[in-house]
């Protein structure tokens, strides 16, 4: 018997089909050691030994593979072709040597880049050895990331109270979020105009030209700058006789963009498909270990973690042959097209992300997928065969054209252009980040050099400046790999602990650094600069990539990094709180404090007149106060004023107006929990939260005042007479009667909600009941009929967790399952395996029984700490099972009905 070891149980029963009898595929579950999270798993002292703890769940598994390799001819450790997947093996390798159990047993390594019968068959009679430079590189990098999150984040607990870790390439990603966001409030808007005049060609065709130079000087986009200046070069224009100086039409070919690399894949399923980065590797990886085809589990893709462009010369072959059955001979290159990567820093090990077989076609596959599994499968399939398909032959045009007027010459140009063979474009198109005009949709009439032409009419237009955008999750991703910063395999888990820390929120797709994130950045700015530079992280990388190649000694690496990173921490020792912040205070303060040219002191306390503002921390965090506390109780949250943006003032707030009713300001503000509306000021100002969705920059007064006059009521009960009230809680809107609070939907205002609607909402909770209560719970997700038993199986959102259902059968989603992934066949597998073990346990289960105890000192101990009394322990256990038999849920109840709305810092 071969024993072969791979990651995931879906791997390991697809490729137990390709491999058949003789062999016994085993799963490890993906990694099977981690680095325990203590002081001292990595000891820089003991030229970095590393003390590895075997994860909880792992014991058992690695006991399965030490029983299924007792006995067995060979060892073959199949896990996935990359970094990772080297040091799984291993992992896995180590601890079989540690428990002696490959005893006469031969190790192989084997590595395929796609789950298919052929690429698994072939891998096997290619074996090797593992690779000791992959897992060298793993291993420092590993202790690279210990070091620096175990060393400096304790720094960041204790200097800045409130942030919860820094890491060594998360911190990198999170500078450079505040960096843009420091660009965009260094920016100032400028004013422009565009001159753009109609013209007539002798045939009768109209088309446009923009002025771009006056009297031999030519304009740059900013020079008109006003709107008289406009308006001068307007009446110019429309008095002027148009000739045309020159045209020239020049042939221009495009390429068509290689296949997909980790990092391209993230970038065009975040702007095609909406995907967030950590979503797309999810359903990648299902393609990647395949679905059910015709009786037969097969890989549709290749292995999705690789930066390499390059693909297999029979899958190019293939791509070809697709390309002249689907669209002509005319669309097939004479050459068979090869691409090499520009990234920094990679590695080109194996082949680029494409179908394993290029003539099934998405419409083919559709129906055996789920839909976001097709769309990213057609996305793939389309990019890699256009990336083989022939260039896309463009005509490019440029009119020069001439005005005269009053002895003054102005030049206009016009620019079009005209796909005369579509090529690649005739199935592929990559979006962009930028809303840049499509050229290609724009084309000239005729145009002879020498016509007269005649003016149709003259428009400027004002436009202004805009500041850069904030990045995307895919503009993100692509900055990090231009600059080198981290690996495209972990992009996915570096974006998502940003946002779990509370450094970034995700706003309409937009990444913005909340306060704890510019402070952070700030503070490590301040104190370990060298360590959050791109040049220095992407050296970093380098080394790292070098190890792996077998360049550099991995110890070496980590002590050159250590001894430099050790003596910067020990540096801050000494540093008191005051210290720390004082100085964000001065390097913020410029951002919190602008100059606007207006000669106001934005530093000067507006409620008291004689403190001066600056940065304090608090129990929530950071915020602006007053130096005269407690006389003054002035605070607002870290907003940057001044810059313009959705009208703020000088404090950071936007002013809608007077409340008619009781004379009281109304304004728009940012709390520490999001933004709000308030009404005059005082200790206790009423004020109201917005409903998710709204955009607090486009709301106005009346929509201010309906929000503060909220709870309000909608409608009566008809059975209680009672009114039937509409707010916002902490849970977002509601109506509520009584003692029961039903939460709005998606589709539901809060300020528009009707009677018939509220009353339904109402009557519909109080039929079923509250989850948990003995009412209905939410039906979740169904998956289908269970084959075998018959009856829905559906995937369920619990109070501890996602789970499966069916019937009486509740099976948990092991962390490793998403619940939006999961499958019914891994519901089955699931839901069995918990019906076994609750027949195994018998009636037993659910009952109170009377534990067995010895006379020691350590039981009565425990015996004492439970139960000290015999009737308090009765009356405890009794509470105890109303509690769980009625647990409490999102839907309970608000403590009041006037839900306390977001407050300032």
Same mark, same amino acid.
């Given at each position: 018997?071969?024993?072969?070891?791979?990651?995931?149980p879906?791997?390991?029963?697809?490729?137990?089909?390709?491999?058949?009898?003789?062999?016994?595929?085993?799963?490890?579950?993906?990694?099977?050691?981690?680095?325990?999270?203590?002081?001292g798993?990595?000891?820089?002292?003991?030229?970095?030994?590393?003390?590895?703890?075997?994860?909880?769940?792992?014991?058992?598994?690695?006991?399965?593979?030490?029983?299924?390799?007792k006995?067995?001819?060979?060892?073959?450790?199949?896990?996935?072709?990359?970094?990772?997947?080297?040091?799984?093996?291993?992992?896995?390798?180590?601890?079989?040597?540690?428990?002696?159990?490959?005893?006469?047993?031969?190790?192989?390594r084997?590595?395929?880049?796609?789950?298919?019968?052929?690429?698994?068959?072939?891998?096997?009679?290619?074996?090797?050895?593992?690779?000791?430079?992959?897992?060298?590189?793993?291993?420092a990098?590993?202790?690279l990331?210990y070091?620096?999150?175990?060393?400096?984040?304790?720094?960041?607990?204790?200097?800045?109270?409130?942030?919860?870790?820094?890491?060594?390439?998360?911190?990198?990603?999170?500078?450079?979020?505040?960096?843009r966001?420091?660009?965009?409030?260094?920016?100032?808007?400028?004013?422009?105009?565009?001159?753009?005049?109609?013209?007539q060609?002798?045939?009768?065709?109209?088309?446009e030209?923009?002025?771009?130079?006056?009297?031999?000087?030519?304009?740059?986009?900013?020079?008109?700058?006003?709107?008289?200046?406009?308006?001068?070069?307007?009446?110019a224009?429309?008095?002027?006789?148009?000739?045309?100086?020159?045209?020239?039409?020049?042939?221009?070919?495009?390429?068509?963009?290689?296949?997909?690399?980790?990092?391209?894949l993230?970038?065009?399923?975040?702007?095609?498909?909406?995907?967030?980065?950590?979503?797309?590797?999810?359903?990648?990886?299902?393609?990647?270990?395949?679905?059910?085809?015709?009786?037969?589990?097969?890989?549709l893709?290749?292995?999705?973690?690789?930066?390499?462009?390059?693909?297999?010369?029979?899958?190019?072959?293939?791509?070809?042959?697709?390309?002249?059955?689907?669209?002509?001979?005319?669309y097939?290159?004479?050459?068979?097209?090869?691409?090499?990567?520009?990234?920094?820093?990679?590695?080109?090990?194996?082949?680029?992300?494409?179908p394993?077989?290029?003539?099934?076609?998405?419409?083919?596959?559709?129906?055996?997928?789920?839909?976001?599994?097709?769309?990213?499968?057609?996305?793939?399939?389309?990019?890699?065969?256009?990336s083989?398909?022939?260039?896309?032959?463009?005509?490019?045009?440029?009119?020069?054209?001439?005005?005269?007027?009053?002895?003054?010459?102005?030049?206009?140009?016009?620019?079009?252009?005209?796909?005369?063979?579509?090529?690649?474009?005739?199935?592929?198109?990559?979006?962009?980040?930028?809303?840049?005009?499509?050229?290609?949709?724009?084309?000239?009439?005729?145009?002879?050099?020498?016509?007269?032409?005649?003016?149709?009419?003259?428009?400027?237009?004002?436009?202004?400046?805009?500041?850069?955008?904030?990045?995307?999750?895919?503009?993100?991703?692509?900055?990090?790999?231009?600059?080198?910063?981290?690996?495209?395999?972990?992009?996915?888990?570096?974006?998502?602990?940003?946002?779990?820390?509370?450094?970034?929120?995700?706003?309409?797709?937009?990444?913005?650094?909340?306060?704890?994130?510019?402070?952070?950045?700030?503070?490590?700015?301040?104190?370990?600069?060298?360590?959050?530079?791109?040049?220095?992280?992407?050296?970093?990388?380098?080394?790292?990539?070098?190890?792996?190649?077998?360049?550099?000694d991995?110890?070496?690496?980590?002590?050159?990094?250590?001894q430099?990173?050790?003596?910067?921490?020990?540096?801050?020792?000494?540093?008191?709180?005051?210290?720390?912040?004082?100085?964000?205070?001065?390097?913020?303060?410029?951002?919190?404090?602008?100059?606007?040219?207006?000669?106001?002191?934005?530093?000067?306390?507006?409620?008291?007149?004689?403190?001066?503002?600056?940065?304090?921390?608090?129990?929530?965090?950071?915020?602006?106060?007053?130096?005269?506390?407690?006389?003054?109780?002035?605070?607002?949250?870290?907003?940057?004023?001044?810059?313009?943006?959705?009208?703020?003032e000088?404090?950071?707030?936007?002013?809608?107006?007077?409340d008619?009713?009781?004379?009281?300001?109304?304004?728009v503000?940012?709390?520490?929990?999001g933004?709000?509306?308030?009404?005059?000021?005082?200790?206790?100002?009423?004020?109201?939260?917005?409903?998710?969705g709204?955009?607090?920059?486009?709301?106005?007064?009346?929509?201010?005042?309906?929000?503060?006059?909220?709870?309000?009521?909608?409608?009566? #009960?008809?059975?209680?007479?009672? *009114? /039937?009230?509409?707010?916002? %809680? =902490?849970?977002? +809107? &509601? !109506?509520? $009667?009584? @003692?029961?609070?039903?939460?709005?939907g998606?589709d539901?205002?809060?300020?528009?909600?009707?009677?018939?609607?509220?009353?339904d909402?109402?009557?519909?909770?109080?039929?079923?009941?509250?989850?948990?209560?003995?009412?209905?719970?939410?039906?979740?997700?169904?998956?289908?009929? #269970?084959?075998a038993?018959?009856? *829905? /199986?559906?995937?369920?959102? %619990? =109070?501890?967790? +996602? &789970? !499966?259902? $069916?019937? @009486?059968?509740?099976?948990?989603?092991?962390?490793?399952?998403?619940?939006?992934?999961?499958?019914?066949?891994?519901?089955?597998?699931?839901l069995?395996?918990?019906?076994?073990?609750?027949?195994?346990?018998?009636?037993k289960?659910?009952?109170?029984?009377?534990?067995?105890?010895?006379?020691?000192?350590a039981?009565?101990?425990?015996?004492?700490?439970?139960?000290?009394?015999?009737?308090?322990?009765?009356?405890?256990?009794?509470?105890?099972?109303?509690?769980?038999?009625?647990?409490?849920?999102?839907?309970?109840?608000?403590?009041?009905?006037?839900?306390?709305?977001?407050?300032?810092?």
């Open positions: 018997m071969r024993v072969v070891v791979v990651e995931s879906a791997k390991a029963k697809t490729i137990n089909k390709y491999l058949g009898p003789g062999y016994e595929v085993v799963a490890s579950f993906g990694h099977i050691r981690d680095l325990p999270a203590k002081d798993s990595v000891d820089p002292e003991a030229d970095f030994r590393m003390l590895w703890d075997i994860e909880g769940k792992a014991a058992k598994r690695l006991a399965d593979i030490a029983r299924a390799v006995g067995a001819e060979k060892l073959i450790l199949a896990t996935d072709p990359d970094r990772e997947g080297e040091a799984i093996s291993w992992h896995v390798l180590e601890v079989l040597k540690e428990k002696r159990a490959l005893k006469d047993v031969a190790v192989e084997v590595t395929f880049n796609a789950i298919t019968k052929q690429a698994v068959q072939d891998a096997m009679t290619h074996p090797r050895d593992i690779d000791q430079a992959l897992v060298d590189a793993y291993l990098r590993r202790a990331d070091l620096v999150g175990f060393t400096l984040s304790p720094v960041l607990w204790r200097k800045l109270p409130g942030a919860r870790s820094a890491g060594r390439v998360q911190s990198v990603a999170l500078r450079l979020v505040c960096d966001e420091l660009e965009i409030e260094r920016f100032r808007t400028q004013e422009y105009w565009t001159i753009i005049v109609r013209l060609t002798p045939r009768g065709d109209v088309f030209a923009r002025l771009v130079g006056a009297d031999g000087k030519k304009l740059g986009r900013l020079d008109v700058g006003d709107a008289a200046s406009a308006e001068a070069l307007t009446r224009l429309d008095a002027g006789r148009y000739r045309v100086a020159s045209v020239e039409a020049k042939p221009v070919k495009r390429h068509p963009w290689p296949p997909f690399t980790t990092s391209t993230q970038q065009e399923a975040s702007r095609k498909l909406g995907f967030a980065p950590a979503r797309t590797m999810q359903i990648a990886q299902r393609l990647y270990e395949g679905v059910d085809i015709d009786g037969e589990t097969v890989g893709i290749t292995y999705m973690r690789t930066d390499g462009v390059q693909i297999a010369d029979e899958a190019i072959a293939a791509a070809r042959r697709v390309i002249g059955t689907e669209f002509g001979d005319r097939v290159p004479r050459a068979p097209r090869q691409y090499r990567t520009k990234a920094k820093n990679a590695q080109e090990a194996h082949e680029a992300i494409r394993t077989d290029m003539a099934r076609h998405p419409d083919r596959v559709a129906r055996l997928l789920e839909p976001d599994q097709a769309k990213l499968y057609e996305l793939v399939w389309k990019r890699t065969i256009a083989q398909m022939e260039s896309a032959e463009i005509e490019r045009t440029t009119a020069d054209i001439v005005a005269a007027v009053d002895g003054r010459k102005l030049d206009l140009r016009a620019v079009g252009s005209v796909v005369k063979f579509d090529g690649f474009l005739k199935l592929y198109q990559e979006d962009r980040d930028d809303d840049g005009e499509d050229e290609e949709s724009r084309r000239l009439p005729l145009i002879n050099t020498g016509e007269a032409l005649d003016c149709r009419g003259v428009e400027s237009t004002q436009h202004f400046t805009e500041p850069p955008p904030r990045y995307s999750e895919a503009s993100l991703v692509k900055r990090m790999e231009e600059l080198g910063i981290g690996r495209p395999s972990t992009y996915a888990a570096v974006l998502a602990v940003l946002r779990e820390r509370g450094y970034v929120r995700l706003d309409k797709k937009r990444l913005h650094p909340e306060d704890k994130g510019r402070l952070v950045t700030a503070f490590l700015e301040s104190f370990f600069s060298r360590y959050i530079e791109y040049d220095f992280t992407a050296s970093l990388e380098e080394q790292l990539d070098r190890i792996s190649n077998a360049e550099l991995w110890r070496e690496v980590l002590r050159q990094f250590w430099d990173f050790s003596a910067a921490v020990g540096e801050t020792k000494d540093l008191r709180v005051s210290e720390v912040i004082d100085a964000l205070d001065e390097m913020l303060g410029p951002h919190f404090f602008p100059d606007l040219g207006d000669g106001i002191d934005r530093r000067r306390c507006p409620n008291c007149g004689e403190g001066r503002l600056s940065l304090k921390l608090g129990k929530y965090g950071s915020f602006i106060g007053c130096s005269n506390y407690p006389e003054c109780k002035y605070t607002r949250p870290l907003a940057v004023p001044g810059n313009g943006e959705n009208g703020a000088g404090d950071g707030t936007r002013t809608l107006g007077e008619p009713d009781s004379g009281l300001e109304v304004t503000r940012n709390g520490r929990f933004p709000y509306v308030q009404l005059g000021e005082g200790e206790k100002p009423k004020r109201s939260s917005f409903p998710r709204m955009d607090p920059a486009s709301v106005d007064l009346d929509t201010a005042l309906a929000l503060l006059s909220l709870p309000r009521e909608v409608a009566t #009960h008809p059975e209680t007479g009672k *009114p /039937i009230l509409a707010g916002i %809680g =902490r849970f977002g +809107p &509601y !109506v509520q $009667h009584d @003692k029961t609070y039903a939460n709005l998606a539901d205002d809060v300020l528009a909600i009707g009677a018939n609607r509220a009353i909402l109402i009557v519909t909770k109080e039929t079923r009941g509250p989850r948990g209560r003995g009412g209905a719970a939410d039906s979740g997700r169904v998956l289908g009929e #269970h084959p038993l018959g009856g *829905p /199986i559906s995937v369920r959102a %619990g =109070r501890y967790g +996602p &789970y !499966v259902n $069916h019937g @009486k059968v509740n099976a948990t989603l092991p962390k490793d399952v998403a619940p939006d992934s999961v499958t019914l066949d891994q519901a089955v597998s699931l069995k395996a918990r019906a076994e073990k609750l027949e195994a346990e018998g009636p289960r659910g009952r109170a029984t009377k534990p067995k105890t010895t006379k020691t000192k039981a009565k101990s425990d015996a004492d700490e439970t139960a000290p009394k015999k009737a308090k322990t009765t009356k405890t256990a009794t509470k105890a099972a109303k509690t769980n038999a009625k647990p409490k849920t999102a839907n309970a109840k608000p403590k009041s009905a006037k839900a306390k709305p977001a407050e300032p810092a």
